[in-house]
């Protein structure tokens, strides 16, 4: 009893259950959507600066969530649409070309990512014009590379 009452205090407190998060954990799983993709997106923006994927991949692998690896390859790949420059294509082709190798990203997790973002590209090229065209030519580059199969690529929309 003693127990339940000290965690309705402890639950009941200003960002009490943050706090509680911090001792206790709530990895995995456990996360919400929303913060999983924050931290995701985080993760790709550290990357980008940094250029280490052996620390990509690392706290990649701290999220524990496995079968969200999808929201990264997603990501990963609209960040490639949305840039500018060659830097960032080939960055993020080298990272999921490493996380593929290491086995970090499944097929199916790497099949999931690339057909979430076949199916926005048109809402996406509503803002990035060029988006179709830079599709096309990563995903050849990830086939090439070995990191998508000859059916994902070929299912690659195109204008």
Known sequence: ?????????LLSMTKGGKRIDNVWGSGGGQ?????????????????????????AERCLQELEV?????????EAVVMVLESTGEKT?????????????????????????????????????????????VLERFVEECFQAGIIPKPLRDLCPSR
């Open 31 to 55: 996360q919400s959507v929303k913060h999983l993709v924050k931290e995701i997106d985080m993760l790709l923006k550290e990357y980008l600066l940094s250029g280490d994927v052996l620390e």
């Open 66 to 74: 496995p079968h969200f690896h999808h929201e990264l390859v997603y």
């Open 1 to 9: 009893r003693a127990a339940l009452d000290r965690a309705t205090v």
């Open 89 to 133: 294509f080939k960055m993020i082709l080298d990272l999921l070309k490493s996380l593929w190798r290491s086995s970090v990203i499944t097929v199916d997790q790497m099949k999931r990512g690339y057909e979430r973002v076949y199916c926005e590209i048109p809402d996406i090229n509503l803002d990035v014009p060029h988006s179709y065209s």
